[in-house]
Structure formats: C-alpha cells, structure tokens
C-alpha cells in the first residue's frame, strides 16, 4: 500500500487541523489504517486507528475527546480532525496502514506531515 498524507500546517492553540491520508496499490478489505505521531525527541507514538471493514475506532487516551478519525471507502481516504490542539500536539503525524486478522501490523507508511501548533 502507497499512503501519501497531507494537511499539516501551522496553527495556533485551540486551533483545528484536519489531516489526510489516500492510500493506493491493493484493496483495503481486512486492513487497517491509523496515525501516529513523533514529536522532537521523543519515540513514534499511536495516535487513532480504524479498520477498513467496520469502522471501528481507536484512540490513544491524550486525544480522546478531541481527534477523530474516520475513512471514506469510496475515496481510499483516512482522514484525522483534530480539534482543541495543544502545544504539546507539535509533531510529524504520519498515517499507516496494515493486516488486521489476528493482529494489527502496521507495514505500510506514508511520509509524514508536520503539525506546529503555538501556544
């Protein structure tokens, strides 16, 4: 799977961002698609996941209430809204793809959008 994401940017805090994230080269069927994030620093971390099939959503706990992400089968899109943006949301986002039967690999990458926000 090719990923290529988009939508980053400056913004300021409190602010909204939506990134997005096409994906190309096979079918989604029994995938799954996510971001993840890594700020200056600091290790790669998850951010939200779904699957391709249901829908199904996850979050990591520092954005619930605030993120969402959803996908658009028809567009071969998984699309983050980020509401509420904190400082500490600075970083370079990046969507990921992979299997889900069994267990989540996450074998695809897109190349990484950057998200500033200021305080």
């Known amino acids: 799977v090719q990923l290529q994401a988009s939508g980053g940017g400056l913004v300021q805090a409190g602010g909204s961002l939506r990134l997005s994230c096409v994906a190309s080269?096979?079918?989604?069927?029994?995938?799954?698609m996510g971001w993840f994030r890594q700020a200056p620093g600091k290790e790669r971390e998850f951010v939200a996941r779904?699957?391709?099939?249901?829908?199904?959503?996850m979050y990591a706990d520092f954005v619930k209430g605030r993120f969402t992400i959803s996908r658009d089968k028809g567009k071969n899109t998984v699309d983050l809204q980020m509401n509420s943006l904190k400082s500490e949301d600075t970083a370079v986002y990046y969507c990921?793809?992979?299997?889900?039967?069994?267990?989540?690999?996450?074998?695809?990458w897109g190349q990484g959008t950057l998200v500033t926000v200021s305080s």
């Open positions: 779904i699957t391709w099939n249901l829908g199904t959503t």
């Open positions: 080269g096979r079918t989604l069927t029994n995938y799954g």
């Open positions: 990921a793809a992979g299997p889900t039967l069994g267990q989540w690999i996450w074998n695809s």
